[in-house]
């Protein structure tokens, strides 16, 4: 049974930074892809970030510069480094993966992953 876990989220003022964390237990996951979404109130999930497993990686237009994904293997992490955070940045934020190999139009898709945690939320106050 694979299970992934967020940490890192909280309140932080605009202009600031957070990072969150996922890690994976149950199996072996260093080839998987790993990507985070998030979810706004009144709002569809939606795509932030993916790194796949060659370490490409590609993010959302309305995090681009801002965020960044990144891989720990060894620990079986990934993390969202999150700058310049803005209030519509609010959400719970989810990690998500995948054993096979997506296309950039796949990633973006909620359906197309395997495993989610639980979610971390993150406000960011004006």
């Known amino acids: 049974q694979v299970q992934l876990v967020e940490s890192g989220g909280g309140l932080v003022q605009a202009g600031g930074s957070l990072r969150l964390s996922c890690a994976a237990s149950g199996r072996t996951f260093s080839a998987a892809t790993r990507a985070w979404f998030r979810q706004a109130p009144g709002k569809e999930r939606e795509f932030v970030a993916i790194?796949?497993?060659?370490?490409?990686?590609y993010y959302a237009d309305s995090v681009k510069g801002r965020f960044t994904i990144s891989r720990d293997n060894a620990k079986n992490t990934v993390y969202l480094q999150m700058n310049s955070l803005k209030p519509e940045d609010t959400a719970v934020y989810y990690c998500a993966a995948v054993t096979r190999v997506l296309t950039t139009a796949q990633a973006m898709g909620v359906a197309e992953y395997s495993y989610w945690g639980q979610g971390t939320q993150v406000t960011v106050s004006s």
């Open positions: 790194r796949w497993s060659g370490g490409r990686t």
